[in-house]
């Protein structure tokens, strides 16, 4: 994300150089579920996380993160949900498999292969 354009004016054949503060040093994660039921419109729910550099702040989503997106998802649309995941280390974690196991009643997780040789010839 970059500050908001600056402007001013200046000679003709002169560019001016307009000086904005700011480091800019602040990240986003973010987060996404594309959720679609037939017979009904789809649905897309988020989450997501600024980190802005400061001293103990955490830098992205972590495993709670994605639990509480998962379980605002599963309120929302009063049903199962089928995931499919890529093997982010988050998704990993031993308490995340933990949760997953608990909800099987309405949470199917498919992970996705690190890496698939049929797709790169």
Same mark, same amino acid.
């Given at each position: 994300? #970059? ?23 602040? #990240? ?15 649905? $897309? ?6 980190? #802005? ?15 509480? =997106? ?13 995931? $499919? ?6 998704? =990993? $974690? ?28």
């Amino acid at each position: 994300m #970059r500050p908001s354009p600056a402007r001013t004016w200046g000679r003709i054949g002169c560019t001016p150089v307009v000086r904005v503060r700011g480091r800019g040093a602040s #990240r986003v994660s973010m987060a996404g579920l594309s959720c679609y039921k037939p017979g009904q419109r789809s649905r $897309m729910f988020y989450s997501f996380h600024v980190y #802005r550099g400061r001293k103990g702040e955490k830098k992205g989503l972590t495993w709670q993160d994605y639990r509480d =997106l998962l379980i605002c998802a599963h309120i929302q649309l009063g049903g199962p949900i089928v995931l $499919m995941w890529d093997n982010l280390r988050a998704h =990993l $974690m031993p308490p995340m498999q933990e949760f997953i196991e608990a909800s099987r009643g309405w949470l199917t997780v498919f992970q996705l292969p690190s890496y698939a040789p049929d797709l790169n010839p």
